[in-house]
């Protein structure tokens, strides 16, 4: 009975996470150079309004190989204009009377640098230009009618006698969400004559331009997502791309393009740390996404639709450019912190991020954080666990009648199995406890896990030799190996934990699934965050200090060591 529930729970717990593996492994398709974002470049706030800039349709080459229609701005008749407060610079172009960056200047590109992560850096094409449709974007030169220290309002009259008037309003600095930007667009037609007054009319409007960050080397968090009110629709990289599936299920053929007729509450660009979302007032009547190839690196393009039905139509809507932080993205009130994407276990995922910026708060280093969380939770499961280390060591100790119970009616295994759970119970055993530690550490890891991998909390944040919590410890390579301490400790910790831990069967075929546990767990968790196996390693730490503890105890004279 002990060697069946044995290898069951191990497999459980090694198909858990396999999955849990592959549900990442299954988004690489293929290995991205690393490439740092370049230099802050300042911009120029020049004077008076300039000539109109030249715009051509120029054909793009998407990032799997079709090509798409865009107009592609030459910058050569611009005037920038920048708002800002303490958490953003927003610079406004006259050009479509959109946003050419948004510079976020609490989160540096780079590690040990002084520029700011910039929003749309290094793209032709300003984030919310609006248009028709993608191909036929209003790229002419708006005029600046309005303008104070946190507002905006460009005025441009189109060659269809049609009057766009765009105005935004940048939160305080003290504001609740000061990434917030507030954005109103009016839209005058002006009818022919055989012109219906209730035709529809298109409207587009562009999220800006999302590149990969240079640790996404899975392509998994380079997403466009949409929000009908119900649920999150997210294309990845590899949605677009030709995929054979896995075994053969899930294929599908190259997508140059995705465009849905839906209800959307917003549409959202997002990379590992970071997101923009546009939220109208009114929910569009579809959305529309689709890759692009900057250099060596992909980037991802959305566009909002909406269809005006009156001559006069005023579109309102927030813009948010910031990071992906949970409590500004769930203030936003309409279910924007979907975009963390924590998984089935999110619940614990927020429980767990909610207690890390109560330890933050006292503490103020991360790497401390996540080894305070540690302890905790580990105080918090000690019973479960002491539970399982005494189950553990009563089955050691019953082993040899146990064995005499097999040899005795190996041919009857009904009699067997009564004998044995009669053995179990007079000596208080319950096999079953050994995998509870186990099922209660599955949705803890996995919620860390998903919490950990978009902190933008812990983005460059430094812990002894770790220089970033959000990804691998690596110090070096062999060849092109990454050489990874932290993970090294925690396989370790692991053996050592097994060498403590007494084990609850004679049968050679398990002590060799034990002893490999280490060893899968390393794999598992080489490229995983630092912070995640820095939490791992603390954990292994304080339940060799339990077994020391546990095993040191003389076991309990209520043990029947029964005569077969």
Same mark, same amino acid.
Request: proline residues 6%.
């Given at each position: ?100 960056? !948004? ?18 850096? @290094? !793209? %032709? ?10 191909? $036929? ?50 839209? *005058? ?72 007729? *839906? ?32 250099? @060596? ?66 503490? $103020? ?38 064995? %005499? ?49 978009? %902190? ?35 396989? !370790? ?21 034990? *002893? ?49």
């Amino acid at each position: 009975m002990d060697k069946k529930n044995l290898v069951f729970g191990l497999l459980c717990l090694f198909g858990a996470f396999s999955l849990f593996i592959y549900q990442g492994k299954q988004l690489q398709q293929q290995a991205i150079l690393r490439q740092s974002q370049a230099a802050d470049e300042e911009v120029a706030n020049a004077e008076g309004l300039q000539p109109k800039s030249d715009v051509a349709p120029t054909s793009l080459q998407l990032s799997n190989g079709s090509e798409f229609q865009l107009p592609i701005l030459k910058p050569t008749g611009e005037r920038l204009i920048v708002l800002e407060n303490d958490a953003v610079r927003v610079t406004f172009t006259t050009i479509g009377g959109g946003i050419r960056t !948004v510079e976020l200047k609490k989160f540096p590109a780079e590690r040990d640098s002084d520029a700011p992560y910039v929003f749309n850096r @290094e !793209v %032709a094409l300003p984030a919310l230009v609006i248009g028709r449709d993608a191909e $036929h974007l209003w790229m002419q030169s708006f005029a600046v009618t309005q303008q104070s220290d946190d507002f905006i309002q460009f005025r441009a009259v189109l060659e269809d006698g049609t009057d766009v008037i765009r105005g935004y309003k940048l939160p305080s600095s003290k504001a609740k969400n000061p990434y917030l930007i507030q954005t109103e667009i009016s839209v *005058m037609r002006l009818l022919s004559g055989d012109e219906s007054v209730d035709k529809p009319y298109p409207l587009w409007i562009s999220l800006g331009v999302m590149p990969e960050m240079p640790g996404d080397k899975y392509r998994e968090h380079l997403n466009f997502c949409a929000y009908d009110g119900k649920s999150m629709d997210c294309k990845r990289l590899a949605d677009f791309e030709a995929s054979n599936g896995f075994l053969g299920l899930g294929g599908h053929e190259a997508h140059p393009y995705f465009e849905a007729n *839906m209800s959307c509450t917003w549409g959202a660009l997002k990379d590992q740390f970071f997101t923009a979302i546009l939220t109208p007032k009114t929910p569009a009547i579809g959305c529309f996404s689709f890759p692009l190839k900057q250099g @060596e690196r992909s980037s991802m393009q959305g566009f909002l639709k909406f269809e005006l039905t009156q001559p006069s139509t005023v579109v309102g809507a927030t813009y948010y450019v910031g990071p992906k932080d949970y409590l500004l993205l769930e203030h936003m009130g309409q279910r924007q912190d979907e975009l963390m994407q924590f998984g089935f276990f999110g619940a614990v995922s927020k429980v767990l991020l909610m207690t890390m910026h109560g330890i933050h708060s006292a503490v $103020h280093n991360w790497g401390w954080t996540i080894i305070i969380l540690t302890v905790i939770i580990k105080l918090l499961m000690w019973p479960v666990t002491q539970m399982q280390l005494r189950s553990s060591k009563k089955m050691a100790t019953i082993q040899e009648p146990l064995k %005499a119970l097999r040899e005795k009616y190996k041919d009857n295994p009904q009699k067997l199995q009564t004998e044995t759970m009669k053995l179990f119970k007079e000596n208080r055993v319950n096999p079953a406890s050994g995998c509870l530690p186990a099922v209660v550490q599955i949705p803890i890891f996995i919620g860390l896990y998903y919490m950990l991998r978009s %902190a933008s909390e812990i983005r460059f944040q430094p812990f002894l030799w770790v220089k970033d919590l959000s990804m691998p410890d690596t110090v070096g390579y062999l060849g092109s190996f990454p050489i990874n301490i932290m993970p090294l400790l925690m396989g !370790v910790t692991m053996v050592v934990q097994m060498k403590v831990t007494p084990m609850p069967s004679t049968d050679s075929a398990q002590q060799k699934i034990f *002893m490999l546990m280490p060893f899968i767990f390393l794999f598992f968790c080489y490229n995983f965050p630092a912070a995640l196996v820095l939490y791992w390693t603390v954990q292994n730490l304080f339940t060799i200090i339990q077994n020391k503890l546990t095993y040191r105890r003389p076991t309990s004279d209520a043990l029947q060591q029964r005569k077969v």
